[in-house]
């Protein structure tokens, strides 16, 4: 069975840094391509980064040069290193598979969040 | 970057009413068209994928339709379970935008 378990969130000044981490279950990480999705209290969803098999990344233009997306293949895990933290960055993290077939891709597992909360 | 808009923002309906979304992508995506579902408080859930295509599990009731840059997301007879939040996201180009949502509510 396929499982995504997100930890490490919590409540960070502003300026500060938080790692939030993805375990996975059921499949290899480090032979798919991992994304990052984030929710504001009360807003939609907001895509953050993704990390290929071959392990490119890329970010939203809103946290590029602040967050680094990573993965330890032995512990079978994603990251996201969240550096210079804003009070805009509270949200709920999601972590999510995205399985491809005949060039389309799309999220088809996702973990259940894990809060952000940036605020002094 | 790609930007998405969904219409309506909100809408109401009736169980059983047949309830129809629709999206516009800002530049052609083909079929690189994905929709979710969510519940408050929970993880977003796939329902259809390249477009058309219905996710394994997912009701009959859903469907999807468009190419280019105009879609929609049919619900063939609203049930009970299916007042939540529905997405469109562009798989087209990273990054993969998501439209703003459609909140599906009871009427």
């Known amino acids: 069975e396929v499982q995504l378990v997100e930890s490490g969130g919590g409540l960070v000044q502003p300026g500060g840094s938080l790692r939030v981490s993805c375990a996975a279950s059921?499949?290899?990480?480090?032979?798919?391509?991992m994304t990052w999705v984030r929710q504001a209290p009360g807003k939609g969803l907001e895509w953050v980064s993704v990390?290929?098999?071959?392990?490119?990344?890329y970010y939203a233009d809103s946290v590029k040069g602040r967050f680094i997306v990573s993965r330890d293949n032995s512990q079978n895990t994603l990251y996201l290193q969240m550096n210079s933290l804003r009070t805009e960055d509270t949200a709920v993290y999601y972590c999510?598979?995205?399985?491809?077939?005949?060039?389309?891709?799309?999220?088809?597992?996702w973990g259940q969040g894990t809060l952000v909360t940036v605020s002094s | 970057d790609i930007q998405m808009t969904q219409s309506p923002s909100s809408l109401s309906a009736s169980v059983g009413d047949r309830v129809t979304i629709t999206c516009r992508a800002s530049?052609?995506?083909?079929?690189?068209l994905n929709w979710y579902q969510q519940k408050p408080g929970k993880a977003p859930k796939l329902l259809i994928y390249?477009?058309?295509s219905l996710q394994s599990g997912v009701p009959s009731r859903f469907s999807g339709s468009g190419s280019g840059t105009e879609f929609t997301l049919t619900i063939s007879s609203l049930q009970p379970e299916d007042f939540a939040t529905y997405y469109c996201?562009?798989?087209?180009?990273?990054?993969?935008?998501f439209g703003q949502g459609t909140k599906v509510e009871i009427k």
């Open positions: 999510s598979r995205e399985y491809s077939s005949s060039s389309h891709t799309r999220n088809d597992y």
């Open positions: 059921g499949f290899t990480v480090s032979s798919n391509y």
């Open positions: 990390i290929h098999s071959g392990g490119s990344t």
């Open positions: 530049q052609n995506i083909d079929s690189y």
């Open positions: 390249a477009a058309s």
């Open positions: 996201q562009q798989s087209y180009r990273t990054p993969q935008a």
